[in-house]
């Protein structure tokens, strides 16, 4: 078993390949494939096919998770953070073929998935409260936490790349160390434990993703609040002179 996907097994001039990149493009081509599958033949009516059945399924659960983390209407975060969930976790899943080398094994793709959420957090927060609104939350309570606010916002990303990493390298490294000894039942028990451990991994950083964009809408949704409190006064009192 190989413990580091990232080693070249192609290479010519600059262009490399390695089992992480190969293996990524095996994940998205699965993914567009089932998406064109499911939705070519869309349906309104009560007689929907099994498909758009599983993936009506699979949308209204990421929207209820969405609005339970965030409090917010699911809409505009679906297609990010439902892409990240569907590709973890099928990437994840397909463990299960022999042969195959789940791209979340390695750093990269950890690191890649959070430079997204890295950067979707300030795109999220600026399009909910503007340029300045998001830059200020950076600045409280005061402007001496400045420094902190940026090494937390640093951090978390990391965090959440190393996390990831961690755990799904932790369980193939496990495994390997297991089909030594016992290698006739270890591996469908650890089969089944990746895929357990797999559709986990899925939710938890995706739900940590939601979170993170969360924190910078959410005192848009403060300050809105605030902006709405003068005007249902203002209107009461309009009401108390008529």
Known sequence: MTMF??????????????RTIIYTWVVMSILVCISWLVTRNLSSSTKISR?????????TGLRNQIREVSQQDP?????????LFLFIVVSNILAIVPGYYAPTSSLSTTA???????IAVPIYGIANQGVKGYLKQYISPS???LPFNIIGELSRTLALAVRLYGNMMSGAVIAAILLGFVPLFVPIL???FGLLTGVIQAYIFSVLAMVYIA???QVSDDS???NKVPEINSEQSRNDEN
Do not use: H, K
Request: proline share 6%; net charge negative; aromatic share 12%.
């Open 5 to 18: 996907p990232d080693e070249p097994i192609w290479q010519w001039e600059f262009i490399i390949l390695n």
């Open 51 to 59: 498909g758009q059945n599983l993936l009506e399924v699979l949308v």
């Open 75 to 83: 809409g505009s975060y679906l297609p990010f953070i439902g892409t």
């Open 112 to 118: 890649a998935l959070a430079t997204c959420v890295f």
């Open 143 to 145: 402007v001496l936490m």
């Open 190 to 192: 650890m089969q089944a």
């Open 215 to 217: 924190s910078a809408t």
């Open 224 to 226: 809105i609040r605030n």
